[in-house]
């Protein structure tokens, strides 16, 4: 795997820490528990996104555009991120905010995600829940093409096959520095929505032979259509990176969407215990759309006794803390029944 030959502008901070979380484990008395802290990358508060942009914006600099189009959910992660980079980088940056949730509170629609879009100078236009925001993107960047613009659509969450090069330098990274810390990770769970973090840590711990099986815990589709977005994905991805045809293989591509309660972006009760008891034990903030929801998971897979007591799992950190702000009425809930 040549991950050199694909054009990258750094703009994170990495590689980022792998920590134990001693308190958390203690406290579920289950596996081994440690934190790939990609909240950390250090882009506008941080998050996954910033490793996708790494190669999307390079991309979009090898194409002498000037403007970067994308969307996401209002309280999106990825606009946010997509926004700080294109700040940092010279571009001008658009972004479509789709209403998924139907929430009309100030602190929803304009704090969090929404004011640091502003904040690094991104110009922002709403779409009703259920748009086709591929097609709004294409039609912006059509107007746009006629204003004399050179602009650059990346699509929702960044995940395409450049994006998910940003994951396969994270398979590569974290396989690095668990041999270097004597680590031997039996799994490592995350959040998965858009697909493209799962595609990338699963082309790439497949390309690299890590025997290191992924488990997402999916954020809003059903099961079979995660499974089949990230497979999809994770093929296209592993084509791009020049590996033989069928390394990647359905067996390799888990997700559990046990966890996404009534919908994207709308809290359970199980994200708001999960997002407390981090904070309270490990210090550490996760965020109420995603990686609450898959820490949520992963505790109620540790309760239930889902992996051995010995082993070792990893639980990336894909960031979005950002997003508490723009829903503090959901942490009002009374404190769980201890
Ligand atoms: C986007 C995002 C995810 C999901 O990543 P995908 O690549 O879209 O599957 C997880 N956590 C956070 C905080 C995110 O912003």
Same mark, same amino acid.
């Given at each position: 795997m040549n991950l050199a030959r694909f054009p990258r502008i750094r703009l994170g901070h990495g590689p980022t820490p792998l920590e134990p979380m001693e308190n958390l484990t203690k406290r579920l008395g289950g596996p081994r528990l440690w934190i790939k $802290?990609?909240?950390?990358?250090?882009?506008?508060?941080?998050?996954?996104?910033t490793r996708k942009l790494e190669y999307l914006m390079a991309d979009a600099r090898a194409q002498g555009a000037d403007t970067v189009i994308t969307q996401g959910a209002t309280q999106s992660n990825h606009a946010r991120q997509t926004a700080a980079a294109c700040a940092k980088l010279g571009f001008r940056c658009h972004i479509l905010l789709e209403d998924r949730t139907g929430y009309t509170d100030d602190a929803y629609r304009m704090s969090g995600n929404v004011l640091l879009d502003k904040l690094h100078g991104a110009s922002v236009e709403r779409r009703p829940g259920g748009a086709d925001m591929q097609a709004e993107m294409e039609a912006v960047a059509e107007r746009m093409r006629g204003e004399g613009k050179r602009p650059y659509v990346i699509p929702g969450g960044g995940s395409n096959p450049i994006g998910a090069l940003g994951y396969v330098t994270a398979a590569l990274e974290l396989v690095n520095q668990a041999a270097e810390m004597g680590l031997k990770i039996d799994h490592l769970v995350h959040a998965t929505g858009s697909a493209g973090t799962q595609a990338g840590l699963v082309a790439g711990l497949v390309g690299l032979n890590s025997g290191i099986p992924v488990l997402g815990i999916g954020v809003r589709a059903p099961r079979e259509k995660q499974e089949a977005n990230v497979l999809a994905l994770a093929q296209r991805t592993a084509d791009h990176l020049g590996l &033989? &045809?069928?390394?990647? $293989?359905?067996?390799?591509v888990v997700a559990n969407c046990d966890y996404v309660g009534q919908g994207y972006g709308i809290p359970t009760r199980g994200m708001v215990d999960a997002v407390r008891l981090v904070a309270e034990t490990e210090g550490v903030l996760l965020d109420p759309v995603y990686s609450g929801k898959g820490m949520a998971g992963l505790i109620d897979l540790v309760r239930k006794g889902s992996?051995?007591?010995d082993s070792s799992v990893v639980f990336l950190?894909?960031?979005?803390?950002?997003g508490l702000f723009g829903y503090p009425d959901a942490f009002d809930l009374p404190a769980e029944a201890a």
């Open positions: $802290r990609d909240d950390c990358t250090g882009l506008s508060t941080g998050g996954n996104k &033989p &045809p069928g390394t990647v $293989r359905a067996e390799h992996f051995p007591e950190h894909t960031g979005g803390a950002v």
